[in-house]
């Protein structure tokens, strides 16, 4: 059975959360402040986190940083009630490998856990080998990217996005497509959070990310890689 922990501080939405992951088979675990989430992190090692951006005693950046120092490679769902982009980008760098903002369907956060937990069940076509995408080396089972001698993690996400974009090499793949093949879902409105992992890879890949070579937008359409 798959173990989610729940960092929030608002008990209607803790309950909402843990009778509807309970419905899908998932144990949960669940705790209202930081400090006490990252004790649980460690402690009761979950498959995944859902992690309040604001929680009482410290704020969710600083409690995905701590998490990240023990298990970097548990995903990680910011559930945000800011809508403002810089907040989602920083979660994000603090190691998050989704964001969801309030008030959000219940269904879509399911929808995204279950597609993590496939993805991560299944694998995918040569997971265990190395990706060359300039002069990036990219390991995607263990999540990381070298370019120039510098190690930087990958998230979950960034992970799945070069695997399907690398596969279809040289072609245009939609955000549309993007979304449902790694996010399991469908609808524009979320094409954002393709957007922005996107901006997190060219910063880890290109010699300089405000001018991509390997990761190119396609305007009206999506991305398109060059390895």
């Given amino acids: ?95 998050a490998d989704d964001y969801v903002t309030k008030p959000f369907s219940v269904g879509e956060l399911v929808a995204r856990i279950n597609a993590i937990f496939r993805r991560l069940q299944r694998g995918a076509p040569g997971a265990g080998e190395e990706l060359r995408v300039g002069a990036a080396l990219v390991y995607p089972k263990r999540h990381e990217l070298v370019r120039k001698g510098k190690t930087h993690a990958l998230s979950f996400y960034e992970v799945e996005l070069l695997r399907v974009l690398y596969e279809r090499a040289g072609e245009p793949v939609s955000r549309e497509d993007l979304l449902e093949k790694i996010w399991g879902m469908t609808g524009h409105a979320s094409t954002r959070s393709v957007d922005n992992f996107i901006v997190k890879l060219r910063k880890k890949i290109e010699e300089n990310a405000a001018k991509p070579e390997h990761i190119l937008t396609i305007y009206g359409t999506g991305y398109k890689l060059l390895p």
């Fill in 1 to 95: 059975m798959k173990r989610i922990l729940v960092v929030e501080d608002e008990p209607d939405l803790v309950r909402g959360l843990r009778d509807a992951l309970e419905f899908e088979g998932f144990e949960v675990v669940s705790s209202g402040s930081g400090r006490e989430g990252v004790k649980l992190a460690r402690e009761r090692a979950p498959d995944l986190v859902l992690l309040d951006l604001m929680l009482p005693d410290m704020n969710g950046f600083s409690v995905c940083e701590e998490i990240r120092k023990t298990s970097p490679l548990v995903p990680v769902i910011m559930l945000t009630a800011r809508s403002q982009e810089a907040d989602k980008i920083r979660g994000l760098d603090a190691g």
